[in-house]
């Protein structure tokens, strides 16, 4: 029997403490332009409506803050997944576990990976990550060709040289990739990697790297949250909260 049409899966992984962000708790529950960081990051994929089979959300277990923080949440096709790890890695493997269990996403689907951190992303840049994948044998990310100068530095923080940047990207969020693939990769590859792409990358495969935005960084050090929330506002026409 074919296998049915492959599906469109959106997971986040939102299970981080965000330590270096200043924040007194959740980075990702953090006040921006009046809303909680991660629901700037939900609106982004909701906006693409049925083109997505899924929208999943991977809190750590003993999360008591999400409920308050995102009331109505899960919706018509979104998903809770209690299965946040420790690391990074092991939130989206956990919860690509979870997703199939769950969602009943199958391995050729397809799912997207984005950091809740990332909540400046535009659904345009989503569909552009698509559009270049869908097709694609391995699939890919959002990623930025780097524009400033790259310097090396010694063990003492000097120069130690200039480095070319001309084949040099910054990844990016979302990461596109077979649900099945991107499970045996990090299974192989454990909890050291720190994306998606670099566990494809374990296997030996050359994901595809599709341009991104400056404007879709991930909101990390305490002075983040003030130029993420111009660009919300500047972007949605109001004044500063």
Known sequence: MPLPPPRLFVLIPCAGTGSRSGAAGPKQYEPLAGRPLVAHTLDVFRALGDRLAAIALVVAPQDERIAQVLPGFPGPGEWLLRAGGATRAQSVAQGLGALREQAGALPHDWVLVHDAARCLLQP????ALIGACEHDAVGGLLALPLPDTLKAATADGRVAGTVTRADKWLAQTP??????????????????VTDESSAIEGLGLTPRLVPGSAQ??????????????????????????
């Not at 879709?216 to 909260?241: C, H, I, Q, W, Y």
Request: cysteine-free.
């Open 124 to 127: 345009t840049q989503v569909d």
């Open 216 to 241: 879709n960084f991930k909101v990390t050090f305490p002075e983040d949250f003030a130029v993420a929330a111009a660009v919300l506002v500047a972007r949605s026409g109001t004044a500063m909260p």
């Open 175 to 192: 990461q596109m990739f077979r649900i099945g693939l991107l499970q045996e990769a990090l299974a192989r590859m454990g909890d050291a």
